[in-house]
């Protein structure tokens, strides 16, 4: 039975479900798609042989020792992952006020990054996390002034030429890239000049321009050991003796309300040299993201942070989400905002289950 054109409605011409209405036709039409050379997996490097260490705080992510990593760069490869990158973590006792274990060319990131490169050639791009708050025992990003409250600050000049000591440490041991995310002003300049100074003016640099001082940190800083230590436990020791460092990365890492003041982070940023910008965290930010995608024609980054994942884990967990559609969705967010490449600890799993197909 036909209708007459009189029982038609009127105002509906325009039918939009007329593109989503079998998948075959949805998938032709997504404006936005995720894969594997789309996602870069962060992996934690202890020291030491035959480690893997489950991290509570993030559920099926673990820190490996350089041996026990390899496979797991492997296994990324045969994934279609085309980058990873290190974050060293070095026990309480390696760690100095200066963070002298950062440029150690025989701590854990070094020693990863030769042995990936002995085992991958160039197949695996190799981005190295540059910053100190892994290495120093008062657990700030970068180098402490000594003063009483107040005075006691971050020195930002000081910290640059550790930072600059770090990264050179990391491009002699073969590093495609260095991804500086401790927020001194400065740095990515700093880091172009010591490494074209030496020879390594083809080593990369993905800034963490837009970089803030997020809440949703807390799970990586326990896989690190790298939280900032509150005034009485930094005093203790001979060396922090007037020292009452910041209790938080606030004089550092960006204020959460601010959006203008990203823009020109990453302005700074672009023109000191950087190869690569990234917002960070990734999904409270995503209105970042898109303003950042707008303003630059350098490759974005966004980083799916260590509590981005724990909320969805815990999620999952209760039983309140649905893990593969929850972490389809929030990383075709992200990619949505307008990111190239993402950051995230779901990269292995996602890709191993198909999630993303
Ligand atoms: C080091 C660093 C941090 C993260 C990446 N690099 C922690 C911090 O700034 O405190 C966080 C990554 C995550 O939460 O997954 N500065």
Aim: hydrophobic share 45%; charged share 25%.
């Amino acid at each position: 039975m036909t209708r007459t054109p009189e029982q038609l409605p009127p105002d509906l011409v325009e039918r939009p479900r007329r593109l989503r209405r079998s998948a075959a036709m949805r998938q032709l039409v997504a404006e936005t798609s995720v894969r594997a050379e789309h996602l870069i997996a962060p992996f934690f490097v202890v020291p030491g042989a035959s480690e893997t260490q489950p991290i509570g705080a993030l559920p099926g992510v673990s820190r490996y020792s350089v041996d026990t990593l390899l496979p797991q760069l492997e296994r990324s490869l045969e994934l279609g992952i085309r980058a990873a990158v290190l974050f060293g973590v070095v026990p309480a006792e390696a760690k100095t006020p200066m963070g002298d274990a950062a440029s150690d060319r025989h701590g854990p990131v070094a020693v990863a990054l030769r042995a990936a490169r002995d085992a991958f050639g160039e197949d695996l791009v190799l981005i190295t996390d540059v910053c100190l708050c892994g290495y120093t025992d008062h657990g700030h990003c970068g180098v402490l002034r000594p003063g009483r409250g107040a005075a006691a600050k971050v020195d930002n000049d000081a910290s640059l030429v550790r930072l600059a000591e770090m990264s050179l440490a990391h491009a002699e041991a073969g590093a495609d890239m260095v991804s500086p995310s401790d927020m001194m002003d400065g740095r990515v300049a700093a880091l172009r000049g010591a490494l074209d100074g030496n020879g390594f003016e083809d080593v990369g640099i993905l800034s963490y321009a837009v970089k803030y001082a997020s809440a949703f940190y807390g799970p990586f800083r326990e896989a690190a050991g790298s939280a900032p230590a509150s005034g009485a436990s930094a005093s203790a020791g001979g060396a922090h003796r007037d020292l009452t460092p910041p209790k938080d990365r606030a004089t550092y890492q960006m204020d959460h309300r601010n959006v203008r003041e990203g823009l020109r982070e990453a302005a700074l940023d672009e023109r000191e040299g950087a190869d690569m910008l990234m917002v960070k965290p990734a999904l409270p930010y995503l209105d970042v993201i898109a303003k950042v995608r707008a303003r630059t024609t350098l490759p974005l980054v966004a980083y799916n942070v260590s509590g981005e994942y724990a909320m969805l884990k815990a999620a999952v967990a209760a039983g309140a989400l649905d893990e593969p559609s929850a972490v389809r969705e929030t990383l075709h967010a992200i990619r949505r905002a307008g990111a190239d490449l993402i950051f995230t600890y779901h990269a292995l799993e996602a890709l191993e289950e198909g999630w993303l197909a």
